[in-house]
């Protein structure tokens, strides 16, 4: 969930950090933090609130080191305040660690500390792990390299850790375990970060430290990695894919609206190179060599948490459509604690944007116990499930800043439609016209969400309407039931409006008991699909007086004449409206947030990667 930067080098560390902690900001807001080293002083300005407000009180300090440690939070162990923001030190102040993670058995740590004579001044599990290396450095008499090796051997949870040392103004100590930390590399310098948006600026050389990896990392020598067993590892210097532009907001108010409004080029990006423009067959480089286990398989468990489960029921639609291979959908964190059946035969497949979230990686690894071929759709490259899964798909969305997830949900719901075309084909369970027609179809989206985007103006005008609002409910089916779902979590993220997706024959249930003139409902009502349901489901809603927002087909007059306001979308095969059906969504969560005066970027207790359980 953390942010946390370090440097060491030629160059002043503090605006490296400051400006690499305001880039992280999506991971964590509530406190922050940073450590310079001086000559023989380890320099500590600490707040509780955001970034902009550590670079305020730390500009009275000296910050004119040239090594440095940074850490913006989300809070696990105690309250977001000053006390307990990062960087923590030990007792005798010569050791300071900044944390992403949590430690598990942090509190049988610290009695045993306690028990030793330690006095701590946080709440946080941190606190008590750089105790602990302090501890081990006194009695062992060994180097700060080897206490933190030792240290994490008695460490049970998830961590990426940077720590500096009082008076050694050359080298950090840095190591992870299923949180991630990657670390830039350039002539006499090094920059470690949660992930690349603070070293692109200065390198396109990095290492993606491993799992269960420590790095001692001094200006004047190569990395040296070695695992908490102390197997020496050879790090790969890789080239980052990521440029400076794509991680700044330009012209755009908010990171959000800039990636809603990137999504016909990273719709586009996700498509390019995998449809022949000759043949219109698809190929899928990274699942090509398991394709034959896939099509054999008895059935398909997509694991995922949030926006990505969403993305996830639309696949269970598409896998059973197109390929006729059953499919269960299961949160990440409900599926790994509950003892499930999972068989040799079974494909487990996680979706995540971040490739870090802490859920759906202890699935993943629960799988791969269970003998199932796992396979991962993520975002980021290098990230942790790519490294864990066996094969998977890049939906190469761009980096996404913004907290909700816009760009990353309609890149995955791309990547799953080729999946299951592909598979579908192979399998002789679509027949080549339909295959055919709908990769064609599939090339016009970019187009498609273009014209969508242009009513954005519209869709602003329909939020001055709703702002104000207490409650909303969203209502869909079958390929637009996970859209209402959708549609719903992003109006909660960022406005704090309470919403709730169903499918809209599950109305007459429970819901429509809420309904009156004061709830706003959204009725995902295209052409496609069961069309005249829909509009059943409408006519209910408006005999109770509740006041409707209709996504409806380009050109359908007869539901447009039912509904207070609609919203019209490109018609397109009903398979692929999720995509298209989804955009409308994400403006009006967008609009009704800023017109309520919300941080549509950084939504109160939220952050953008799920890291801890």
Known sequence: MCGIVGYVGHREAYPIIIKGLQRLEYRGYDSAGVAIGLDNKLKITKTAGKVLELDNKASLNNTNGQIGIGHTRWATHGEPNERNAHPHTCENEELAIIHNGIIENYDTIKKALLDKGHVFNSDTDTEVLIHLIEEIKKQEKVSLFESVRLALNEVVGAYAIIVIEKGNTEELIAARKGSPLVIGVSEGEYFIASDATPIVEYTRDVVYLGEGEVVLINKHQELNVRTISNISKTPYIEELELSLESIQKGAYPHFMLKEIHEQPKSILDTLRGRIDPTNKELKLGGIFDF????????????????????????????????????????????????????????????????????????????????????????????????????????????????????????????????????????????????????????????????????????????????????????????????????????LKEISYIHAEGYPAAEMKHGPIALIDEEMPIVVIATKQG????????????????????????????????????????????????????????????????????????????????????
């Open 291 to 490: 394709e034959q286990t896939i099509i054999k398989a008895n059935r398909i468990i997509i694991v995922a948490c949030g926006t990505s489960w969403h993305a996830g029921l639309i696949g269970e639609y598409l896998f059973e459509d197109f390929a006729r291979i059953p499919v269960e959908v299961e949160y990440a964190s409900e599926f790994r604690y509950r003892n499930p059946i999972i068989n040799e035969s079974d494909i487990v497949l996680a979706i995540s944007q971040s490739g870090e979230t802490a859920d759906t990686l202890a699935a993943l690894k629960l799988a791969k116990e269970k003998g199932a071929l796992v396979l991962g759709i993520c975002n980021v490259v290098g990230s942790s499930i790519p490294r864990l899964t066996d094969a998977g798909i890049y939906t190469h969305a761009g980096p996404e800043i913004g907290v909700a997830s816009t760009k990353a949900f309609t890149t995955q719901v791309t990547v799953l439609t080729l999946m299951a075309l592909l598979i579908g084909r192979k399998k002789g369970k679509i027949s080549l016209t339909k295959y055919t027609e709908i990769i064609r179809e599939l090339e016009l989206i970019p187009k498609k969400v273009s014209q969508v985007l242009k009513l954005d103006e519209k869709i602003k005008l329909i939020s001055e309407e709703f702002h104000n609002v207490s409650n909303f409910l969203y209502l869909g089916r079958g390929y637009n039931f996970p859209v209402a779902l959708e549609g719903a979590l992003k």
């Open 530 to 613: 069961n069309y005249d349901k829909v509009i059943s489901n409408i006519q209910e809603v408006k005999s109770r007086g509740g006041r409707i927002i209709g996504i409806i087909t380009e050109g359908d007059t007869v539901v447009k004449e039912l509904v207070d306001y609609c919203i019209e979308i490109p018609s397109c095969f009903e398979e692929l409206t999720p995509i298209l059906s989804n955009i409308p969504l994400q403006l009006l969560s967008y609009h009704i947030a800023v017109l309520r005066g919300c941080n549509v970027d950084q939504p109160r207790n939220l952050a953008k990667s799920v890291t801890v359980e």
